[in-house]
């Protein structure tokens, strides 16, 4: 027998009923069944259907659909904070670098989530649920890579009790988890959010020309205070070929931690939409949504980031890494088939609006998918609806 299932075997005792610890069961049974098969078995009688995909499985399937965005986000952290004080560095010095920033937020989030889940299960003699597996890490990739460590725990804890206990847990959420965190963060502490931050230099002194303003406000900058398209900003940008199509697309820009690569964003989509994890008619609809208001805006032309090629939307800001994780979120999101190319679409549309025309936020996908999530369960009320119309008129036929 493996050594830890013994270990686990051996302590069991303790957390049964009648235990020394019979109040942190759920603790015990949580961390076990991370590594081993729950003690459930099928009935005796009947036909069974078993299958090994369980929610465990089905998050852990997702945590590793997000490792190429933190991969790709270290690297490029440390990239980013090379390139802002104009020296040249090795591949494994830009990794260290960037390591020694993003993992803390990584562990800071999974620590206060967490912590916070387990003192509320163990509070309620409730189940540990395992959708915290997913959430801890959306919420440090979605993070800037500068932020405040004791942010991400305020925010973690704030979006765990508000947008999931206090709705019943896992799988009762009406608001996807890690996008309430990051919005608390954005109207709690927004010049921590935005700015600056989003490159990380340290202690060290930039170049004289540096800019760490991300791809979507060049393109607000241009629209309000500048001339000229907003290609030409992107060309004349202080780091020359920063904000070419190519480069945005594989993501080495300044951004989020693990948003900016949509390369690496499509390898997780593919990953999910294989294993039936994600679905790919919200994924398709959202890109689909963000590229026709591009479309529609570049045809009104009112200023410069309206003309901007609908195709770069696709590109800048966290739409891609909100399409594949956010927007899929299966509580969250809407459930019947019609339902999610609507909800999808709408997300697309709505980023796109938001970017373009508020003047305060410059990134649309967060606002979009919180909205659109308080509004999924009424789209599939009326797609089963119109489901229940269609069919009682074949039937009164």
Request: proline residues 4%.
């Amino acid at each position: 027998m493996n050594p830890i299932q013994k270990f686990f075997d051996k302590i069991e005792p303790l957390f049964e009923k009648g235990g020394k610890y019979e109040k942190y069961y759920t603790l015990y049974e949580g961390h076990r069944t991370i590594l081993f098969r729950p003690k459930l078995v099928t009935g005796k009688k009947g036909v069974q259907v078993r299958d090994g995909n369980d929610l465990k499985r089905m998050m852990i399937t997702v945590v590793l659909a997000m490792v190429p965005c933190l991969l790709f986000g270290i690297w490029n952290v440390g990239h980013q904070h090379f390139l802002a004080i104009g020296e040249t560095a090795s591949f494994m010095s830009k990794i260290g670098v960037g390591a020694l920033q993003v993992l803390p937020i990584v562990i800071v989030s999974y620590a206060a989530g967490l912590s916070t889940e387990f003192t509320i299960c163990v509070i309620r003699n409730h189940p540990v649920n395992e959708g915290y597996l997913v959430t801890g890490m959306l919420i440090a990739l979605i993070m800037p890579p500068n932020i405040p460590l004791w942010q991400v725990a305020l925010a973690t804890v704030f979006a765990v009790i508000i947008a999931k206990e206090v709705f019943g847990g896992t799988g009762m959420n009406i608001l996807n988890v890690a996008l309430t965190a990051r919005a608390f963060l954005y109207f709690a502490y927004p010049t921590d959010i935005s700015g600056s931050v989003w490159t990380y230099i340290g202690d060290a002194t930039p170049i004289d020309s540096y800019s760490g303003a991300t791809a979507l406000a060049v393109a607000y900058d241009t629209a309000v205070n500048g001339s000229g398209t907003v290609l030409s900003a992107f060309a004349n940008y202080w780091a020359e070929g920063m904000y070419t199509f190519k480069n945005m697309f594989l993501g080495a820009i300044p951004g989020s931690v693990g948003e900016t690569s949509t390369l690496c964003a499509l390898v997780g989509a593919l990953i999910l939409i294989i294993t039936r994890v994600g679905s790919w008619k919200i994924i398709f609809s959202v890109f689909a949504g963000a590229w026709l208001m591009g479309l529609g805006f570049n045809a009104l032309g009112l200023n410069a980031f309206m003309e901007m090629p609908a195709h770069y939307h696709l590109v800048i800001g966290g739409l891609a890494f909100g399409a594949v994780f956010m927007a899929t979120d299966p509580v969250s999101a809407s459930h019947t088939e019609t339902g999610k190319w609507i909800y999808g679409f709408l997300i697309g549309i709505l980023t796109v609006v938001i970017r373009v025309v508020n003047p305060a936020y410059p990134e649309g996908i967060m606002l979009a998918i919180l909205l659109m999530n308080v509004f999924a369960p009424l789209i599939d009320h009326y797609v089963v609806q119109s489901n229940k119309n269609r069919r009682l008129k074949r039937a009164t036929v």
